[in-house]
């Protein structure tokens, strides 16, 4: 119409523009203030690093405390920051700094050479001391105000309060605590280091001025196995004993962390192995070179602490199927002192493949725990191809034969064999007693014999497992030897699989390994299959 008036063009553009702008300020400001804000996140961890990296202290980062927790330099309430895994020091990150400058961490040797063994005093630190912690003096809980308050001793974790600290303490010598029988003492590392220099070799006499109870311990843990999970473990290890006591095996073998022993009297030292039977078998073949080097008299005692799932050798020692925190770390140790000796058969597994024209040489497993071939096998495998050309392994007795102790076995038409060393199998599931409704030799772990059974296929296997079947029990012998001419199967050696062809396998045994035995949570199943703990000295 005429009357109305059009908006004039540059107006438009205008409008336009201003809408263009705020776009524009809407996307990109937000990623310059997330770029600028990662930039400055990059700045902290490389400034953080570069401290952890320099310090003597076993910083870590936490974006999360899991307790109330109080800066050691500042002494504000603190939710995220960093901590030391070997004394337990808790910062905020401005203070980190300033508390790697103002507080020494452990020692894992003195410095001083002239110092006696039992010459070492407390080291305290404020703060944040374990919930529930009582005070040495008064016998009332410390840590109970919402403040930066009372003591702590980081080797012998005994605890004070503020006002209950007194001049006497603060130079009392520290007897180590309840696990002074498990920590090796800086003192003692400064004068062996004395010793070499000097040539002297006589750690017997220097370690009995610590007790004839005295039985250090040597932690093992893999930092993968439990979900990282071990990873965990080393910090809480490290500040109940010595840092130097404690070894992450994906950093350090285990061949290296146990030449620790070679330091320690004859047959004095425990290993605690962190991690599944996998981990277990990696020490034990460790443990076995040290044998070869000529190092038996410095041989440990090798204790489990199951991380993960299955676990069957740490079940059958009494350890438990996994451990997930339901006890705590101290507790652990409690139970590795209480342990009892005993010996644990380990077995050559050879396997020499068929052919005219196979010039390779046979493969030789370690076995603690089993050995399968088949349905078993199958499922660590996950061989579903092969299960449907060939359903019956065992299906001809021409071309497949078994011997124990060298006399040939008789076969029905089963699908599996399984060979175990060890009285669990499958993750819990004690395949040799079956349904226990039947008289049989029970299984053993140390008395030189293997017990052999027979599948019918999974499904047997899942009826086993929930008690509503038994095994075909073939026998128990000292060696067994297998014929096998399938031109493929599945085969594994404690849960680790791999498609075998046509071969013979024999299994010897090789050599016995000194375990330790928790017998706290014995079941009925397990008091009668334990080793006898005396026999144990034998082995040594």
Same mark, same amino acid.
């Given at each position: 119409?005429?009357?109305?008036?059009?908006?004039?063009?540059?107006?438009?553009?205008?409008?336009?523009?201003?809408?263009?702008?705020?776009?524009?300020?809407?996307?990109?400001?937000?990623?310059?203030?997330?770029?600028?804000?990662?930039?400055?996140?990059?700045? !902290?961890?490389?400034?953080? !690093? &570069?401290?952890?990296?320099?310090?003597?202290?076993?910083?870590?980062?936490?974006?999360?405390?899991?307790?109330?927790?109080?800066?050691?330099?500042?002494?504000?309430?603190?939710?995220?920051?960093?901590?030391?895994?070997?004394?337990?020091?808790?910062?905020?990150? +401005?203070?980190?700094?300033?508390?790697?400058?103002?507080?020494?961490?452990?020692?894992?040797?003195?410095?001083?050479?002239?110092?006696?063994? &039992?010459?070492?005093?407390?080291?305290?630190?404020?703060?944040?001391?374990?919930?529930?912690?009582?005070?040495?003096?008064?016998?009332?809980?410390?840590?109970?105000?919402?403040?930066?308050?009372?003591?702590?001793?980081?080797?012998?974790?005994?605890?004070?309060?503020?006002?209950?600290?007194?001049?006497?303490?603060?130079?009392?010598?520290?007897?180590?605590?309840?696990? !002074?029988?498990?920590?090796?003492?800086?003192?003692?590392? $400064?004068?062996?280091?004395?010793?070499?220099?000097?040539?002297? $070799?006589?750690?017997?006499?220097?370690?009995?001025?610590?007790?004839?109870?005295?039985?250090?311990?040597?932690?093992?843990?893999? /930092?993968? /196995? +439990?979900?990282?999970? +071990?990873?965990?473990?080393?910090?809480?290890?490290?500040?109940?004993?010595?840092?130097?006591?404690?070894?992450?095996?994906?950093?350090?073998?285990?061949?290296?962390?146990?030449?620790?022993?070679?330091?320690?009297?004859?047959? %004095?030292?425990?290993?605690?192995?962190?991690?599944?039977?996998?981990?277990?078998?990696?020490?034990?073949?460790?443990?076995?070179?040290?044998?070869?080097?000529?190092?038996?008299?410095?041989?440990?005692?090798?204790?489990?602490?199951?991380?993960?799932?299955?676990?069957?050798?740490?079940?059958?020692? *009494?350890?438990? $199927?996994?451990?997930?925190?339901?006890?705590?770390?101290?507790?652990?140790?409690?139970?590795?002192?209480?342990?009892? +000796?005993?010996?644990?058969?380990?077995?050559?597994?050879?396997?020499?493949?068929?052919?005219?024209?196979?010039?390779?040489?046979?493969?030789?497993?370690?076995?603690?725990?089993?050995?399968?071939?088949?349905?078993?096998?199958?499922?660590?495998?996950?061989?579903?191809?092969?299960?449907?050309?060939?359903? /019956?392994?065992? /299906?001809?007795?021409?071309?497949?034969?078994?011997?124990?102790?060298?006399?040939?076995?008789?076969?029905?038409?089963?699908?599996?064999?399984?060979?175990?060393?060890?009285?669990?199998?499958?993750?819990?599931?004690?395949?040799?007693? *079956?349904?226990?409704?039947?008289?049989?030799?029970?299984?053993?772990?140390?008395?030189?014999?293997?017990?052999?059974?027979?599948?019918?296929?999974?499904?047997?296997?899942?009826?086993?497992?929930?008690?509503?079947?038994?095994?075909?029990?073939?026998?128990?012998?000292?060696?067994?030897?297998?014929?096998?001419?399938?031109?493929?199967?599945?085969?594994?050696? &404690?849960?680790?699989?791999?498609?075998?062809?046509?071969?013979?396998?024999?299994?010897?045994?090789?050599?016995?390994?000194?375990?330790?035995?928790? %017998?706290?949570?014995?079941?009925?199943?397990?008091?009668?299959?334990?080793?006898?703990?005396?026999?144990?000295?034998?082995?040594?």
């Amino acid at each position: 119409m005429e009357g109305e008036q059009r908006p004039a063009p540059y107006q438009g553009l205008f409008a336009d523009g201003h809408l263009v702008l705020y776009t524009l300020c809407s996307v990109l400001l937000p990623v310059f203030i997330t770029f600028w804000c990662s930039l400055q996140r990059s700045r !902290r961890q490389l400034h953080r !690093r &570069d401290i952890f990296r320099k310090s003597k202290h076993g910083w870590r980062d936490t974006d999360l405390f899991s307790h109330p927790t109080y800066c050691c330099v500042c002494a504000q309430h603190i939710l995220q920051g960093a901590f030391c895994d070997c004394c337990g020091l808790r910062v905020d990150e +401005g203070c980190l700094k300033k508390a790697d400058k103002r507080f020494h961490c452990k020692e894992i040797m003195l410095k001083n050479d002239s110092r006696a063994l &039992d010459a070492m005093h407390h080291h305290w630190i404020r703060g944040n001391v374990p919930l529930c912690s009582y005070c040495v003096v008064c016998k009332q809980q410390c840590g109970s105000q919402p403040k930066l308050c009372d003591y702590r001793c980081i080797w012998c974790q005994k605890t004070v309060h503020d006002e209950c600290m007194k001049s006497s303490l603060r130079n009392e010598k520290c007897d180590f605590g309840e696990f !002074r029988n498990l920590i090796i003492p800086p003192s003692y590392l $400064t004068c062996i280091n004395q010793m070499r220099k000097d040539k002297k $070799t006589d750690y017997a006499m220097l370690a009995s001025k610590l007790g004839k109870q005295w039985t250090p311990l040597i932690v093992l843990a893999n /930092s993968r /196995s +439990g979900t990282n999970m +071990g990873e965990g473990l080393l910090g809480e290890f490290r500040i109940l004993l010595n840092p130097v006591q404690v070894f992450d095996v994906t950093k350090t073998p285990p061949i290296k962390a146990l030449q620790l022993c070679t330091l320690l009297p004859f047959h %004095s030292a425990r290993v605690l192995v962190c991690g599944g039977d996998g981990t277990v078998g990696w020490v034990l073949d460790a443990v076995d070179e040290m044998k070869i080097k000529g190092q038996e008299k410095y041989i440990p005692q090798v204790a489990v602490l199951p991380l993960g799932t299955g676990n069957d050798l740490s079940n059958t020692l *009494g350890w438990g $199927t996994g451990y997930a925190g339901e006890i705590p770390v101290a507790q652990v140790l409690r139970n590795v002192m209480e342990a009892d +000796g005993i010996k644990l058969d380990r077995w050559k597994v050879q396997v020499t493949n068929k052919g005219y024209y196979n010039l390779r040489k046979p493969k030789e497993f370690t076995m603690n725990n089993y050995f399968s071939v088949g349905p078993d096998a199958l499922m660590a495998l996950n061989f579903h191809a092969h299960r449907e050309k060939a359903p /019956s392994l065992f /299906s001809s007795r021409i071309l497949n034969k078994l011997e124990l102790d060298g006399e040939r076995v008789e076969l029905p038409n089963l699908e599996g064999i399984i060979v175990l060393n060890i009285g669990y199998w499958g993750g819990g599931c004690r395949l040799w007693e *079956g349904m226990g409704d039947e008289t049989y030799p029970l299984a053993r772990h140390d008395d030189g014999l293997l017990e052999v059974v027979g599948v019918y296929g999974s499904f047997h296997c899942a009826q086993i497992q929930v008690k509503l079947a038994n095994p075909f029990r073939i026998g128990q012998a000292h060696t067994v030897r297998l014929i096998l001419k399938c031109s493929m199967m599945p085969m594994q050696v &404690d849960g680790e699989p791999w498609a075998q062809g046509p071969c013979t396998v024999t299994i010897t045994h090789k050599t016995h390994a000194l375990m330790l035995y928790f %017998s706290g949570e014995q079941t009925d199943d397990d008091a009668s299959s334990t080793s006898d703990p005396e026999d144990a000295k034998e082995a040594e």
